[in-house]
T-cell receptor
Framework: EDQVTQSPEALRLQEGESSSLNCSYT??????LFWYRQDPGKGPEFLFT???AGEEKEKERLKATLTKKESFLHITAPKPEDSATYLC?????????????FGQGTTLQVKP | DSGVTQTPKHLITATGQRVTLRCSPR?????VYWYQQSLDQGLQFLIQ???????AKGNILERFSAQQFPDLHSELNLSSLELGDSALYFC???????????FGNGTRLTVT
């Protein structure tokens, strides 16, 4: 069964204090690993897709990396507006479906 | 704005009742997905439709059903509602099985 585990559950940072969020996964044939950002009362907002080990993607202060067992979302010099819940999800290569299996998320709070 | 529209935004109803949630996907997207998000369960996949046909099924209760119409909008029907059905229900759409899912802002269902 496909599984995604994110850690930590919650993270508090000072503005400018860099850190990383972890997403470990087990999946039968990874088609893609996805990172989303979710603000309270809103739907998840797509950030990145990673397809193979060694791949990296960047967007502003965020950088996502992928290995065969886990992915990291690195946040460099975060700002208060980066506060949100970050969700990791996997897409399995088995079956003709694009459904995503999500982790529980990491809730990030960045204090000024 | 993801381009995915969900109505209504909020729904308050009593136990035993039936409700219908509506979703309009992004223009051109043939796949529609339904997810349930509760505090203790995270984002749980319910069901996927592709161009009017059911493509994948997740942990969807027998009291719940969905369909996708010829104009590609989708409806999720929830019947014999219980207190535990209170949650955020999200719809998402995608272009293909390898594409990221784009989420609407959800319908918050409260069962009293």
């Amino acid at each position: 069964e496909d599984q995604v585990t994110q850690s930590p559950e919650a993270l508090r940072l000072q503005e400018g204090e860099s850190s990383s969020l972890n997403c470990s996964y087990t999946v039968s044939g990874l088609r893609g690993l996805f990172w989303y950002r979710q603000d309270p009362g809103k739907g998840p907002e797509f950030l990145f897709t990673l397809y193979s080990a060694g791949e990296e993607k960047e967007k502003e202060r965020l950088k996502a990396t992928l290995t065969k067992k886990e992915s990291f979302l690195h946040i460099t010099a975060p700002k208060p507006e980066d506060s949100a819940t970050y969700l990791c999800a996997v897409q399995s290569g088995s079956g003709n479906t694009g459904k995503l299996i999500f982790g529980q998320g990491t809730t990030l709070q960045v204090k000024p | 704005d993801s381009g995915v529209t969900q109505t209504p935004k909020h729904l308050i109803t009593a136990t035993g009742q039936r409700v219908t949630l509506r979703c309009s996907p992004r223009s051109g997207d043939l796949s529609v997905y339904w997810y349930q998000q509760s505090l203790d369960q995270g984002l749980q996949f319910l069901i996927q439709y592709y161009n009017g046909e059911e493509r994948a099924k997740g942990n969807i209760l027998e009291r719940f059903s969905a369909q996708q119409f010829p104009d590609l909008h989708s409806e999720l029907n929830l019947s014999s509602l219980e207190l535990g059905d209170s949650a955020l229900y999200f719809c998402a759409s995608s272009t293909s099985v390898s594409s990221p899912l784009h989420f609407g802002n959800g319908t918050r269902l409260t069962v009293t």
